[in-house]
């Protein structure tokens, strides 16, 4: 509900319900170069699994069929991921993610029979006929379909409730936004999920970056206005700035009068042993990572920013303002090779 | 040297084009351009289509009735250019296979002998359906065969990026086909066990120009070495789409990175559609170098 003071929502006995998705076994693999091991993975599904989190999303970065040398190649196939995850849920469903034109069909086939219960079709924010096949293959299969609008700070509040709309059309069950960029302020949020939430009749989907450090705030921001799945990752593991902090997320969204039924002792442990065991150290809000923010550019690409300026003596500062211009969306990391090409001729 | 225009006179190949997105647009209007072919017929499904009223404008035949009206001609076509999508074609294949029409198909459904004419030619040595793959194969397999020809690639992957405004419906529907289709023929041509295709649409505008990356392992691999392998591939490729260049080839240890992009010479596309004008491209090669053939033969029907 929006423009009901927290205290009072916080002791409303009709607190409202929110499924908590945690991407930190497949998101946060952009923060490690896709190099997530089998026993890392199998630690914290068992640990997420404990704390009660509904459902525990797995894979590569980029999904499913995503391990490539454009975005990086994984340490652990998706066989060998989906398969070492499932076996340590017992209570959490297990999510999936897929790109078109990245994975197929067949990798859905493939997760349906490694037990995946949730899985989610990604596609660029005004692209969502790329989704209309493999929606239609989940619906077919009996599967729950989602669709999730990427990059989503790049369309109006009513072109993102368009296409959601449209998703749903094709058999989504959910539909929802990712800020990519991590671009969004609590109010941009508001607008765009309260207006999805109108057009459509099915749970809407929040999942926020940290790039200017208002991940949970824009989740919260994101229930308000009738969001009932929120993503979150353990120490906000996740690209660049990182994601949505679950362990900050929860408490925060509980007291805010939504119900998780998440565990936060377990929860606050799996968030301990993600920092232990999938880190390096926690996500910081570094300069690359505003600056991606500001120019709207996909976290994901921060890496391959700072190897190729570094090689170049270019300021990566400026190659993600220009990929910014170029309007590069989640995917287009071939694009980063001939920014950099560019602007090290203009500066020498 | 694999690709040459050959201009018999008196002889043209009848042509019918099923398909009436941009794709099969482009294709009338090339046919319309070709000193070889002769547009007999275009099929499409919507009697309001765009695509016919522009061919009905050119002057040739139309039909809104799909595949029937093309089973139901007179006389056989020499070649049908098919810009349907993978399902359809199929069942085209099927219907037409005891017919002596050559069907060349622009839908990536992996049932014909494929063909890169930098690296095939355009002759047919088996069947009668010549698979163009798909755009990014024709983009990027030229270079991916050549690298794959002088240096000991390990691994081979393509990333095509083609704006959103000229990805039609089948395309979109057909991106599972599109990956599938790729890859094959990125293995069959280079030998490569491990190869890997992926597809951006991008909505940027103004619109993106189709580019394909293709990225390589090759240990040991020699920048000067690769540049000259890729420049010389490219100029071959410009032969039959002038529009095609590197805009970047990049080598890092034995990580290489080589980014085509086609500009479309093309009366009906947008500048940026160059992936549409490269498959077309190719498939007028092989239509006029069948009629060719025909010539030479004596065969196909006098104009």
Redesign the interface.
């Known amino acids: 509900m929006t423009g009901v003071a927290h205290d009072a929502v916080a002791h409303d006995a009709v607190a409202r319900d929110v499924v908590v998705h945690d991407p930190t076994l497949r998101d946060g693999q952009h923060a490690v170069r896709h190099q997530l091991g089998v026993a890392a993975l199998r630690g914290y599904a068992e640990a997420a699994d404990a704390a009660g989190v509904p459902v525990v999303e797995v894979g590569h970065g980029n999904g499913l069929g995503a391990s490539s040398m454009q975005v990086g190649r994984a340490a652990v196939s998706d066989d060998l991921m989906l398969a070492t995850v499932r076996e340590a849920l017992r209570r959490s469903k297990m999510g999936v993610f897929m790109l078109p034109g990245w994975g197929t069909s067949a990798d859905l086939r493939k997760a349906i029979a490694h037990g995946a219960d949730v899985i989610r079709i990604g596609v660029h924010c005004t692209e969502p006929s790329l989704a209309e096949r493999h929606l239609g293959f989940l619906a077919e299969q009996g599967a729950d379909g989602h669709c999730v609008l990427m990059m989503s700070h790049m369309a109006t509040a009513a072109q993102l409730a368009e296409h959601a709309a449209t998703a749903v059309g094709y058999g989504a069950r959910a539909v929802g936004l990712m800020d990519s960029a991590g671009n969004f302020l609590p109010q941009d949020v508001s607008d765009r999920i309260g207006a999805i939430a109108a057009a459509v009749d099915v749970p809407v989907i929040f999942h926020g970056h940290n790039n200017l450090g208002m991940a949970v705030a824009n989740s919260v921001a994101a229930a308000q206005a009738g969001a009932t799945i929120i993503d979150g990752c353990a120490r906000g593991f996740g690209a660049g700035a990182g994601n949505t902090q679950l362990e900050v997320l929860v408490p925060v969204l509980e007291r805010t009068g939504f119900r998780t039924g998440i565990d936060l002792y377990g929860l606050l442990d799996a968030a301990d042993f993600a920092e232990r065991e999938l880190m390096p150290a926690p996500p910081v809000t570094d300069t690359v990572s505003i600056v991606s923010g500001l120019a709207g550019v996909f976290s994901g690409f921060k890496h391959q920013v700072l190897d190729a300026s570094r090689r170049s003596g270019v300021d990566p500062r400026d190659v993600f303002f220009e990929l910014g211009r170029r309007q590069a969306i989640a995917g287009q990391e071939d694009l980063i090779v001939d920014v950099v090409a560019e602007l090290g001729q203009v500066a020498s | 040297m694999t690709v040459t225009q050959s201009t018999p006179t008196g002889l043209r190949n009848r042509v019918a084009v099923i398909g009436t997105g941009a794709i099969g647009q482009d294709l009338v209007s090339k046919v319309h351009r070709s000193p070889v072919l002769d547009c007999a017929l275009v099929v499409g499904r919507n009697p309001d289509s765009a695509g016919l009223a522009h061919a009905a404008r050119l002057g040739y035949p139309t039909s809104a009735g799909g595949i029937d009206a093309v089973l139901a001609a007179d006389q056989p076509f020499d070649v049908l250019l098919d810009a349907t999508s993978a399902a359809a074609h199929v069942e085209h294949w099927r219907l037409l296979a005891d017919t002596p029409t050559l069907l060349v198909d622009l839908t990536p459904s992996k049932i014909g002998q494929m063909v890169v004419p930098t690296v095939t030619g355009t002759a047919r040595s088996t069947g009668r359906d010549v698979s163009l793959i798909s755009c990014g194969g024709q983009a990027s397999i030229p270079v991916a065969h050549a690298l794959a020809e002088r240096f000991a690639v390990r691994?081979l992957?393509v990333?095509s990026?083609v704006a959103?405004t000229i990805a039609g419906?089948a395309t979109?529907?057909n991106?599972?086909e599109?990956?599938?289709t790729t890859q094959h023929a990125l293995t069959t041509f280079t030998d490569v066990a491990e190869t890997?295709a992926?597809?951006?649409?991008?909505?940027?505008?103004p619109p993106?120009t189709f580019?394909t990356?293709v990225?390589a392992?090759i240990p040991g691999a020699d920048p000067d070495a690769i540049r000259s392998v890729v420049d010389s591939v490219a100029a071959r490729v410009r032969e039959f789409a002038p529009g095609y260049r590197v805009?970047?080839c990049?080598v890092?240890g034995e990580?290489v990175?080589v980014?085509v992009e086609v500009i479309a010479d093309s009366d009906v596309l947008p500048h940026y559609a160059g992936n549409l004008d490269i498959i077309n491209s190719a498939a007028i090669l092989v239509a006029e170098q069948h009629a060719a053939r025909l010539s030479a033969a004596g065969t196909g029907v006098r104009s």
Do not use: Q
């Not at chain 2, 992926?198 to 505008?205: D, G, R």
């Open positions: 691994y992957e990333v990026t959103s419906r979109r529907l991106l599972d599109y990956v599938a890997k992926i597809l951006n649409i991008s909505p940027a505008v993106a580019r990356a990225h392992v805009i970047a990049a890092t990580r990175v980014s």
